[in-house]
């Protein structure tokens, strides 16, 4: 198992663990469990982590996690003004290149 990522929460870390899912990669969480030791534990040893099953997935997982830090920021389109997201490639309204 390789380490991914090390989340700010458990929300976070499934959250996370649910759009590698869905690319087909399968994650686990470590951890989850010692969110009630914080002040017991050093920090760092409590933070859900997650790792990946597959070391062969990483590429991909790292790219997903990649966009999940730095999302694409919005598009206006040039043609009709309407505000598309950053991930789509075409004007969701009138249908132009982006
Ligand atoms: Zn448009």
């Not at 990522?5 to 969480?29: C, T």
Request: glycine share 10%; with cysteine; hydrophobic share 40%.
């Amino acid at each position: 198992m390789l380490k991914l990522y090390r989340a700010a929460n458990l929300q976070e870390a499934y959250l996370i663990k649910g759009m590698l899912s869905a690319a087909g990669i399968e994650v686990h969480v470590l951890n989850e469990h010692l969110q009630g030791g914080l002040g017991e534990l050093p920090f760092s040893e409590v933070y859900p982590e997650l790792w990946l099953e597959d070391e062969r997935d990483a590429t991909l997982a790292l790219r997903i996690l990649a966009d999940y830090e730095h999302p694409l920021p919005g598009r206006r389109c040039g043609f009709c003004g309407e505000d598309n997201p950053g991930t789509f490639e075409i004007c969701w309204h009138c249908g132009l290149t982006l």
